[in-house]
């Protein structure tokens, strides 16, 4: 099973979506947090599942339990908390959740370009840890 994780800051809406169509994206899984206000732009939680299967043919779901804290995240965000340390924190925090199940094709979405320094990438690796036939590919 491919899964796949992407971030949509520092790209259009017409790179975003034709990323999504080049390689076969079935399903955008949501792990963000906070996806309604004006920062989130053609991503908005209100907007994304209609332009998703309108441009796209690509189903939407929003899944919390892929999420940080609020306090995890604004530890990294705000209070410089290494992403070693919060990756770890993160990890611990899955484990006490009941994991989604994903489709071949799924998309681990957030705000973040680079995927190293970004909650999908643990995501992920947690995912495919519980599961080795995950493969990820970061877009």
């Known amino acids: 099973m491919r899964l796949y994780t992407v971030g949509y ?6 790179e975003f979506f034709d990323i999504l ?4 994206v079935t399903r955008v899984v949501d792990i963000r947090r ?3 206000n004006q920062l989130a732009g053609f991503t908005k939680q209100s907007d994304l599942p209609w332009f998703l299967d309108t441009i796209a043919g ?8 892929l999420a940080p804290s609020e306090g995890l995240m604004r530890a990294y965000r705000k209070e410089g908390l290494p992403f070693d340390e919060f990756s770890q924190r ?13 489709i071949d094709g799924s ?6 370009p680079d995927p190293g320094v970004c909650h999908r990438s643990v995501a992920a690796a947690y995912l495919a840890e519980q599961d080795p036939s995950i ?5």
Do not use: D
């Open 9 to 14: 800051s520092q790209k259009t809406a017409e």
């Open 21 to 24: 169509r080049g390689h076969g």
């Open 34 to 36: 906070h996806n309604t």
């Open 58 to 65: 690509i189903s939407y779901a929003h899944e919390l339990a």
């Open 90 to 102: 993160l990890r611990a925090e899955f484990a006490e959740r009941e994991m989604p199940k994903l």
């Open 107 to 112: 998309a681990l979405l957030c705000s973040e």
């Open 135 to 139: 493969e990820v590919v970061h877009l």
